[in-house]
């Protein structure tokens, strides 16, 4: 073969390849589209086949359906929600647009401003009402947490047709049912009697679907009997006031649950949300095409399951402990086991609805024309950091999983690249041939997903209250996540603000790679010893100017990245060995140092006002930003330092959790 027949057969394929992928992207201009939308279910927990925790250990997750869309279509590695808690990811994503501009700042249903929390459906124009003004036939049921405050009505209709809904039957959150929220009465409900202030002897006021549903659900002898009851609905209400009980919402109380939920797998809620979802299929027009989100409530807390899902995990192999998890009942192996055994049935649970929504679907003769992506609106702290639930800048909070798969999407593909699950807006918009609506700023994940085409986000940007953060790949060993939290950050271990402290900054700042080789082998994701913020400020100024400007919304209240502190490298440590002197401590608090690389070390020991001495502890000496010496100690488990600071010279020592700081300025050396 000539070199001139080479090129000619170089061309002529490459031409057949583009054609092959257009023809594909054609397929998918007007398909069906299945979103299946779960509540809380974190990155590391969902789609992967084999999915490798940390430590390299296996995660024991029975997830079939999960993981067949996995291997079917594309699956995205770094996926991050726009905004960390229920609502506000979820008017992210209704919008396509970024926190600061989707106007739901909070999750609570009683913050002011008093329509805080449902969808501004005058200003804002969703993408469901964008595809359906396209053509499409949209459902939706669950907890969509768009009318958050108000609730969605007795019959699912509040804001429905603003919102874009062409069908729905739509719920509020398990404990919004009857026990967490209370509601308005513009949408025709009663307020509930104090159910918000946790008074176990409220009476619950009916005031959305399935609660209704329960009403009329029978209760077994036994059950009415040990509970007060009549009906499944009061029975749902008292197992929330038995929970509360036990300790606070977020607790333990409500993550480590070793008994089941008294309601029959029929009355589940998560069941009740599957017929709907199938029920919604059924009826739907044969002559459009159709887009069905159906937002699971599982695995959001409380993990409490039935004794059927409970019969399926409790004897399953040890799931990995949480990482960084330095005391408490959450880091209890007998709590963390249960919790996570609870997390794993209630997973399992959407996995299986997920089987019957793809055989409905084939049954219909409509799955080789159906779209079906997998994504959720937040993640779950699962014990890591000591912490539960989300609302916080760390991974296990922020990330989800995100999997799409159906006509014209790759098979078996794995995309490393950071992405917003706010980008889902453009993307069904672009499936569906339809007009972007103005002031979106989603950016369709399409080229992704076929090869075709450039993913425009140089940037992911997520945020919460008092943080603001950005992801940016720069090449291929290094992606970058920046956190800037105004004040302290939430779910920050001490050790976390150790620069902040000797800085004197107002607000506390972190900087990772996310493609250093230790970030998912070692089990410290995001761990003090990773942190790169000190080391690199011209880094933490180029990613702050990422970030939002100030908001003044009430229900924001986010200043911008104050940056007083960070612009100059942490100073070489200065390592003293004459440490003689009276010593005091006292009860204020601040952050140890966290020394990067080797140090050399100075013995010296520690004395009470009486004198009595403490064991030899090894320590490092630091020369603080204003050139005052600093000390960092490190302690054993078992030392014990209560009541003392110095009094000439900056200790900053840790022990059991607690911290010391200096008690005057004075410079002793």
Partial sequence: MTLYDWLQFTMTFSIIVLVVNAVQLHAIQKPNILLLFPDELRYDWGGVVNNPYFNHQELPLNTPNFDSLATSGTRFTTAVVAAPVCAPSRACLAAGREYDAAGQGQNGASVAPSNDNDFDVEEIKTFYKAIQEAGYWTMITGRDDLTKRTGPGLNGSYHAEALGFSDQERCAGSVDVTWGECHGTDNGAEPCSGANSN?????????????????????????????????????????????????????????????????????????????????????????????????????????????????????????????????????????????????????????????????????????????TCLCSDHGEMLGDRGATAKSKPWQSALSVPLICAGPGILANRVVKQAVTTMDLAATFIDFASAKKPSGMTSTSLVPLLSNIGTYKRKVVNSGLDNFRIVISSVNDTHMFKFICCNGACPGALSEDRAATAVRNAPDEIHLFNMKASDWNSTGRFESPVHDLASSYPDLVKTFAQLLPGPNTNKSYEWRGCNLTGWLTPMPQPKVFTNLSGAWQLEDSSVAIIRQEGPSEHATFQLSDKSHSSWNNVTGEIYMNSEGKPSIWCQFSPTSNLTGTVLNDFNLIAWSNNKYWKRKDEQDAF
């Fill in 199 to 371: 008074q176990s002897s409220s009476h619950p006021t009916i005031h959305e679907k399935y609660g209704l549903w329960l009403s009329n659900q029978s209760v077994s002898p036994s059950v009415a009997a040990k509970y007060n009851v009549t009906n499944a609905f009061e029975l749902d209400f008292k197992r929330y006031a038995e929970l509360n009980k036990r300790g606070p919402y977020d607790s333990v109380a409500w993550y480590a649950i070793p008994d089941p939920l008294p309601l029959t797998q029929d009355q589940y809620q998560d069941d009740w949300i599957g017929r709907a979802a199938l029920s919604l299929l059924e009826r739907k027009p044969g002559n459009q095409p159709w887009f069905l989100e159906v937002s699971h409530q599982a695995p959001h807390p409380p993990m409490d399951i039935t004794s059927e899902m409970m019969a399926t995990v409790r004897n399953r192999g040890t799931f990995p402990s949480p990482y960084e998890c330095q005391e408490g009942l959450l880091c209890n192996q007998s709590n963390v086991q249960i919790t996570r055994q609870n997390y794993a049935a209630k997973i399992e649970r959407v996995d299986y609805w997920l089987g019957e929504y793809m055989a409905k679907i084939k049954a219909l003769g409509e799955w080789e024309s159906t779209i």
